[in-house]
């Protein structure tokens, strides 16, 4: 599933958040402005979707992400995803009145639309709702006038996923089954720690964040070694001098029992696993715990891309990917995002001038510093680009050191960093 924009109204503090993504998207602004309260809407507005009812109900009196700003009182929370679902232009939303001062709260409207392929291209509706009627579209000579009964607190495309014999249920199925993941972890050690597998343990993982990574990437290795393959040159890629990484299997020897003289011969009682790399500038291969906690973020990072990758996540948002990195590595890092995640659109949040020097500035949104407390990320226009780059040029900046400026600086600066954002 390929999803190609998102918008966002009524969470927290961000007001009318449109972002159309590209293979990576970054945005951009100072700190405590509204980055990462955009990738939380994003996950909180799928988890509406794909949650059970009970969930819904609660979602909609969450206190801590209802709106408070004095000047933008929003009572509604209004969420849409454009995507590509099985070669199928889809755009769908929904709206939801949030529970509070006594007001009880229910959804409001719900929209599904596809592309027809027909010669005019348009889009029909296949499930139209607002507060008093609920239809959906029965079959493909039929309007959407199939009226359905619906509580305050659900959602058609998640009662409709039961009518088996709808001919667009590819799109409801993957409309139901979408998947974001954020990685705001900035932990670079705990995934590297020892964890023991007992014999006779079924290993699973996730992306629960209580993963271990050495014990990942061998599973990786023995199920899908050309991902695995991957995952390490790409790895290298971004730190030349480490020439090999090897991820090894240490038995877990259990100590000898004497009992009546009897010594019981030892056994293996379990295992862990551990990485092991060579760098071409050490005489002898390292515990890969003594590697950088950049590195070692790195390749979490990568290992969670594969792992959402492989289970069907349609977005995976990293926060802050410049913490604990070199300057001198951002530019591979970003490089090797772009050709690893092809199937996942990848959303970084940054305030870090650097990182945004080897970024394509038409895939950067920028939040507008204010004084109403209110976020919303503009999109710096495609016909903007050359002369942003000419401009930072012109003062012997590079874009990231000179978009930083104009946020860091006053009302004249500010009027200049508008006139390159779309409004």
């Not at 995507?83 to 929904?94: L, P």
Request: glycine share 4%; with cysteine.
């Amino acid at each position: 599933m390929d999803i190609k924009r998102i918008k966002i109204d009524g969470f927290k503090n961000l007001k009318n958040i449109d972002l159309t993504l590209n293979n990576i998207t970054s945005l951009l602004s100072i700190n405590s402005y509204g980055k990462t309260n955009t990738l939380t809407a994003i996950l909180f507005g799928i988890d509406f979707i794909i949650r059970n009812n009970e969930t819904k109900k609660n979602q909609m009196m969450y206190s801590p992400v209802i709106p408070v700003n004095k000047n933008y009182l929003s009572n509604t929370f209004s969420f849409e995803i454009e995507m590509n679902v099985k070669g199928e232009e889809v755009i769908y939303g929904y709206s939801f009145l949030w529970e509070k001062s006594g007001k009880k709260g229910k959804i409001v409207s719900e929209y599904l639309k596809v592309k027809e392929p027909t010669e005019s291209q348009k889009f029909t509706f296949y499930i139209k709702r607002d507060e008093n009627n609920s239809f959906y579209k029965p079959s493909k000579t039929g309007s959407c006038n199939k009226s359905v009964l619906i509580e305050n607190y659900e959602l058609i495309i998640n009662k409709i996923k039961a009518y088996d014999e709808l001919y667009y249920m590819e799109i409801i199925k993957g409309i139901n089954s979408l998947k974001v993941f954020i990685d705001h972890d900035f932990n670079a050690i705990k995934p590297y720690n020892i964890t023991q597998i007992l014999d006779g343990e079924v290993f699973s993982y996730d992306l629960s964040g209580k993963n271990n990574i050495p014990t990942i990437l061998y599973d990786i290795q023995k199920k899908r070694p050309e991902r695995y393959n991957l995952i390490i040159n790409t790895f290298t890629d971004i730190f030349p001098s480490i020439e090999k990484i090897d991820v090894v299997e240490i038995p877990i020897i259990a100590e000898k029992n004497i009992h009546n003289n009897n010594i019981e011969p030892s056994k293996v009682a379990g295992k862990f696993y551990a990485l092991i790399a060579k760098d071409k500038n050490l005489s002898t291969a390292i515990d890969f715990n003594n590697m950088s906690d950049g590195a070692k973020r790195i390749l979490k990072v990568l290992t969670n891309l594969e792992i959402a990758s492989n289970d069907g996540f349609s977005i995976v948002a990293i926060e802050e990917p410049e913490n604990s990195l070199n300057p001198k590595v951002l530019q591979q890092y970003l490089i090797a995002l772009n050709g690893f995640a092809k199937n996942i659109k990848v959303i970084i949040t940054s305030h870090s001038p650097y990182l945004i020097n080897y970024i394509d500035p038409s895939r950067i949104y920028i939040g507008l510093p204010n004084d109403n407390g209110i976020a919303t990320f503009y999109k710096i226009k495609d016909k903007s680009v050359n002369k942003l780059m000419n401009d930072a040029e012109n003062l012997d900046l590079r874009v990231g050191d000179y978009l930083f400026d104009l946020m860091s600086g006053d009302s004249s600066d500010l009027e200049i960093l508008t006139k390159y954002t779309e409004q």
